[in-house]
């Protein structure tokens, strides 16, 4: 973990580094992938960005299918507080200890971040790949400087979001009725693959569910630490 950057010049340094390397893209040797997903939550209800020593939950899942094969929780305190562009200091170190404890490594991991669609081209999904070594894919609710319309009202319709004429992940419509969820490319990973990936994770929810099995650990480990 010593290679993650603690303050904000030494990281947007590397976030430019990331940015610029072109890593051979992976593709799925077959179906169903083992996937792992990852997520942090801190306390909850405090107003702003929160600080350096907030309590920080990260929960890491492996998944093949529809079965939960192994999850590993990391406690400890953000590594700062929350500011944009800069993701990775706060959340960063303890997701790559909740994805280096799972007892194998997954073939694609998910990651409630951005990859490309970032100020420096090198969000938190992508740069938490290059540090493991793991194709990563992002997956949020949101998009952060990218743009791109919706797509069509239908399960597994997609539509690309860019950043100055250039793809960096796409819109996915998991379920008819719902928002889509934005797909991101990171570590290793088109945007077109992304997609497929997240598709086939969802499973009729919105969000895929190694990511919510993630979160939901994440959230009742936090729970439980606060009754502590």
């Not at 960063?92 to 997954?106: C, D, F, N, S, T």
């Not at 991991?109 to 290059?130: E, F, I, K, S, Y």
């Not at 069509?152 to 100055?164: C, M, Q």
Request: hydrophobic letters at 40%.
């Amino acid at each position: 973990m010593s290679r993650w950057p603690t303050d904000a010049a030494a990281l947007v340094d590397r976030q430019r580094v990331l940015a610029g390397q072109t890593p051979s893209c992976w593709h799925p040797a077959g179906w169903p992938l083992l996937v792992g997903a990852c997520f942090v939550c801190f306390p909850r209800g405090r107003p702003g960005p929160g600080t350096a020593a907030d309590l920080a939950c990260a929960a890491a899942v492996l998944v093949r299918g529809r079965r939960r094969l192994a999850a590993k929780v990391a406690t400890g305190t953000a590594g700062s507080r929350y500011e944009p562009g800069l993701l990775a200091l706060r959340e960063g170190p303890l997701l790559a200890a909740a994805v280096a404890g799972l007892p194998e490594r997954p073939e694609v991991l998910l990651v409630n971040a951005t990859g490309r669609d970032h100020p420096r081209r090198a969000g938190l999904a992508l740069h938490l790949g290059a540090e493991l070594d793991l194709p990563t894919i992002g997956v949020t609710h949101r998009l952060l400087l990218a743009t791109g319309g919706w797509p069509a009202d239908e399960a597994g319709a997609t539509s690309p979001f860019a950043i100055d004429g250039e793809q960096v992940g796409c819109w996915l419509r998991t379920r008819a009725g719902t928002r889509p969820v934005a797909v991101h490319a990171g570590w290793r990973v088109d945007p077109d693959t992304a997609a497929q990936v997240v598709w086939r994770s969802s499973r009729g929810h919105r969000t895929p569910e190694p990511l919510r099995e993630a979160r939901r650990l994440a959230r009742t480990t936090r729970a439980t630490l606060r009754r502590d």
